[in-house]
């Protein structure tokens, strides 16, 4: 079955510094990719997404593109916040699912001053 | 614009309990709808998912279940709570028109905090 799987963390960096969250997926056909953000105590909110291969989601400063030939949407952010601070949800969709959300399991982000 | 509500935001319950959580969404009509958990530092848990109403697919067996009264409510219950029911349960939505039709990402709500004591 479909199934995505992400860097687990958690994962710490210095203000200013530079983001990479791996996100690689199995998946028939072509999927929808996501990025969630959930801060400490909410749901998750869409922070990017991207619908075909190539596309590049971005939003925030935070960017992901969809590398079909890899199978992979990587998020980046050139210069990290404290506001910055989450957890981060790497998922797809498919028809194949009958459009269920598949999740990776979260990256725990902290972002220090 | 399209909103999504979960109550209660918090709520303890004694063991053997019942419970009943209610989601309701505005704004769209006939969507999917999603009941997760997230147990603490932990990824999401699908519970539940229903593609209309009384139409509910099960995905882990377990004391908990769901019903759809309404085209835009979705309750999650149980008769009686186990110490493992704790976690914090999302509700979510998404249209989804067909196979190659149009479909958008899942709308989530803000969450219930359940505690069982």
């Known amino acids: 079955g479909d199934s995505v799987t992400q860097m687990e963390g958690p994962v710490t960096l210095s203000e200013e510094a530079f983001l990479t969250i791996n996100c690689t997926y199995t998946?028939?056909?072509?999927?929808?990719l996501f990025w969630y953000v959930q801060y400490p105590g909410e749901g998750l909110q869409l922070l990017l997404k991207a619908t075909k291969a190539d596309d590049k989601g971005s939003n925030k400063g935070f960017e992901a593109t969809y590398r079909k030939e890899t199978t992979s949407f990587h998020l980046e952010k050139g210069s990290v916040q404290v506001s910055d601070s989450a957890v981060y949800f790497c998922?797809?969709?498919?028809?194949?699912?009958?459009?269920?959300?598949?999740f990776g399991p979260g990256t725990r982000l902290s972002v220090l001053p | 614009s399209q909103t999504i509500h979960q109550w209660p935001a918090t709520l303890v319950q004694p063991v053997g309990s019942p419970l009943s959580l209610e989601c309701t969404v505005e704004g769209t009509s006939n969507p999917n709808l999603y009941w997760y958990r997230q147990a603490a530092g932990r990824g999401l848990q699908l519970l539940f998912y229903s593609v209309g109403i009384g139409q509910i697919s099960s995905e882990v067996p377990q004391n908990l279940s769901a019903s759809r009264p309404q085209d835009r409510q979705f309750i999650l219950s149980s008769k009686k709570l186990l110490l493992s029911d704790s976690g914090f349960y999302l509700c979510?939505?998404?249209?989804?028109?067909?196979?190659?039709?149009?479909?958008?990402?899942?709308?989530f709500g803000q969450g219930t905090r359940l505690t069982v004591v």
């Open positions: 998946a028939t056909g072509y999927p929808s």
């Open positions: 979510a939505w998404s249209v989804w028109s067909g196979v190659g039709g149009d479909r958008t990402e899942a709308f």
């Open positions: 998922a797809l969709s498919s028809d194949n699912y009958g459009q269920n959300f598949v």
